[in-house]
C-alpha cells in the first residue's frame, strides 16, 4: 500500500459536496471555489424546522431549478420511517422498488416522489446515512475508478508477491499469507447533479 494510505476510505457524498468551498480547497488536487457549483455540487440547507415532505418537495424543486439531473435520495431509515408514515395516505407518492439493472432480483424500498415533468425521484433508506443530512444524486453519475482497470484487474486485487499470490508466512511457521490492495475512489462524473440536503 501507498505510505500513510493504509485502511483509508474513499471519499463519500459529503466530501464531493461540501457545506462551503474555500480559497485554498484542493480535493483530489483541484480547487473547487473556482466553479463550485459545477465542481462541488449544491448545498440545499432546509434546517428551519419544516417536514421532511416538505423539505423533499423543496430540495427536488431547487435541483431542477439550477438544472441537477437528480433521480436518488439516500436517507437515514429512522427520518426515512418518519418520511413514509407522513406521505403514506397522501396521493402522487408511490411505494415501490429500485433494482439493478445487472441483477433484477436484488432491490431497495423505496418512497418515489414526481418531480418537473413527471421524472421520479427515488428515497432509499440508508442505514449510513447521517439523520441531518441526505445526498440527492443521478445514479449514472456513480463510478468506482481504480488502478489496473485498464490492465483487467479486480477490485481488490491480490498483492503479487514476487509472480506469486500466495506465500509462506516470514512470522509464523507452516502457515502461508496472501494479502489484498486496492488503490480506488467513489467518483461522481458530473458533480453539478449531486445535492446534499440537510434538514
Known amino acids: 500500500y501507498v505510505q500513510g494510505n493504509f485502511n483509508a476510505a474513499a471519499k ?3 466530501a464531493w459536496c461540501p457545506e462551503t468551498v474555500s480559497g485554498s480547497d484542493s480535493f483530489y488536487g483541484v480547487n473547487r471555489s473556482h466553479a463550485r457549483f459545477e465542481l462541488a455540487g449544491s448545498y440545499y440547507d432546509e434546517s ?3 417536514s421532511t415532505d416538505e423539505v423533499i418537495e423543496d430540495a427536488i424543486a ?3 431549478d439550477i ?3 437528480v433521480d436518488t435520495i439516500l436517507m437515514n ?3 426515512f420511517n418518519a418520511l413514509a408514515k407522513a406521505v403514506k395516505d397522501r396521493s402522487g407518492f408511490e411505494l415501490g422498488r429500485v433494482k439493478s439493472p445487472d441483477r433484477p432480483e436484488i432491490g431497495f424500498k423505496s418512497i418515489s416522489f414526481t ?3 413527471g421524472k421520479s425521484i427515488d428515497v432509499i433508506a440508508d442505514p449510513f446515512c447521517p439523520k441531518t443530512k441526505s445526498p440527492m444524486f443521478k445514479r449514472d453519475d456513480l463510478t468506482v475508478a481504480y488502478i489496473g482497470k485498464s ?3 479486480q477490485l481488490p486485487n491480490y498483492e503479487d508477491f514476487n509472480g506469486l499470490k500466495v506465500q509462506r508466512s516470514r512470522a509464523v511457521e507452516n502457515v502461508s499469507e496472501w494479502a489484498f490492495y486496492a488503490h480506488w475512489a467513489i467518483a461522481i462524473e458530473n458533480p453539478r447533479n449531486l445535492v446534499v440536503i440537510e434538514f
Open 12 to 14: 463519500g457524498f459529503f
Open 48 to 50: 428551519a424546522g419544516s
Open 62 to 64: 431547487h435541483a431542477f
Open 67 to 69: 438544472g441537477s439531473d
Open 77 to 79: 431509515a429512522i427520518r
Open 115 to 117: 418531480g418537473p415533468k
Open 151 to 153: 490492465q483487467g484487474k
